[in-house]
Each structure stands twice: as structure tokens, then as C-alpha cells.
């Protein structure tokens, strides 16, 4: 059984989403350093007040940006597949976790349901002025490639990580980006007030 090296973060990796990072801890710079030499995955999990999730997110070293003189590194990860700790090990400098791979249920989400979670962010990312290509979304995996590109709640990026159903988590997500969109654009217009003309129009 190999264990998966853990890199506890104050950040939820969803599948097929990037991460990027800079390592300069030297337990951690051993680990990607193993990870970089042995083409081998590690784990992104949340770290809590106390300990770690229950639930993570392995992570492919896409690539190494920058390598720095003294051992630094600068690199773009890439979410792949949930994980669950069944037990930590401690023997390194690093955690290391005996996990099992978390499938999604069987079924799909209905074309409704994509569509709609899509619209609504897409509306969240036109208030930002930015766009996001959603070709590259892999089947069942539409609801982490929306929640990925936006700066949601942790508790929620995990509440969605744990969740086993794309129906679901696009519910989920759904629900969520209607409660946020009409806060944005009323940020948003009080921004545009704000910054206009300087005569109070």
C-alpha cells in the first residue's frame, strides 16, 4: 500500500481545478522533491484548527515554474481525485495518509441543471470582467470547474468536495451563486457609483 504524501493548506483543491504553489518549508520541499523525481501524486487537504478534512484532493505536479537557489520552488498543481484519510502516518517530516479514492455516485446531472449553474457563473464572472472556457471540464465534473474559478466559502469548496452526486453538488452550487449574485451586483453598482465622474451623477 502506498501512502500518499499530505499537504495540509488553508485551501479546498477541487478535481480538474489548478493550484498553484510556492513550496519553501523544507519538509515540503523534500516531499515535491520526491513528488517531481518519482512523477508521483500528493494530497491537498484542508487543514483545520484541529488536525485535518476527512476528505481531500490529489494533486499532479503540472509543472515546476521556478526553481529557486536555495531550494524554493514555485509550481502549478492540478486537482485529480478525491481522497478519504483512513489513517495518517507520521515516520517523515511530512504527513503521509493510507486513503481511498472517492468515486462519485452513478448518474448524471440533468442538462437543466448544467445549464443553469453555468449561467449564473457565467453572470458572476462577467460582474469580475472575466471569462472562463468551460470546454475543458471533464464529464460529471462541471460543478468543480465552476466552483474553482471562484473565491467561494471553504466550508462550502468542501461541503461540494465531499458531495458524491454532480446532480447534487450542482444543486449545491446553484443555490449558492443565487444567494450571492444580487450581493455582487449591488457591490458592484455601489463600486461603479463610487468611481464615477466626481460630480456625484
Not at 437543466?112 to 460582474?127: D, F, G, K, P, V
Not at 468542501?158 to 447534487?168: D, F, I, P, V
Amino acid at each position: 500500500m502506498t501512502l500518499l504524501p499530505l499537504f495540509p493548506l488553508d485551501v479546498v483543491l477541487l478535481p480538474g481545478t489548478p493550484l498553484p504553489l510556492h513550496i519553501f518549508e523544507p519538509r515540503y520541499k523534500e516531499m515535491i522533491g520526491e513528488c517531481v523525481a518519482n512523477e508521483a501524486p500528493f494530497g491537498v487537504i484542508r487543514a483545520l484548527e484541529e488536525g485535518i478534512a476527512d476528505i481531500g484532493c490529489t494533486a499532479e505536479i503540472v509543472t515546476v515554474t521556478k526553481e529557486y537557489p536555495d531550494g524554493r520552488l514555485d509550481l502549478i498543481s492540478e486537482g485529480r481525485h478525491r481522497f478519504e484519510v483512513l489513517q495518517l502516518n507520521e515516520e517523515r517530516s511530512f504527513l503521509r495518509a493510507d486513503i481511498l479514492l472517492v468515486p462519485d455516485e452513478a448518474g448524471s446531472a440533468t442538462e437543466e441543471a448544467r445549464a443553469r449553474a453555468t449561467q449564473l457563473h457565467m453572470e458572476i464572472l462577467s460582474l469580475a470582467g472575466a471569462v472562463q472556457d468551460l470546454s475543458t471540464a471533464a464529464p460529471g465534473q462541471l460543478s468543480f470547474h465552476l466552483a474553482g474559478s471562484l473565491p467561494l466559502e471553504l466550508d462550502f469548496k468542501q461541503k461540494l468536495l465531499t458531495t458524491r452526486s454532480e446532480g447534487e453538488r450542482l444543486q449545491l452550487l446553484t443555490a449558492y451563486l443565487d444567494e450571492i449574485l444580487p450581493k455582487l451586483r449591488r457591490a458592484m453598482t455601489t463600486r461603479q457609483r463610487a468611481g464615477g465622474n466626481g460630480h456625484g451623477h
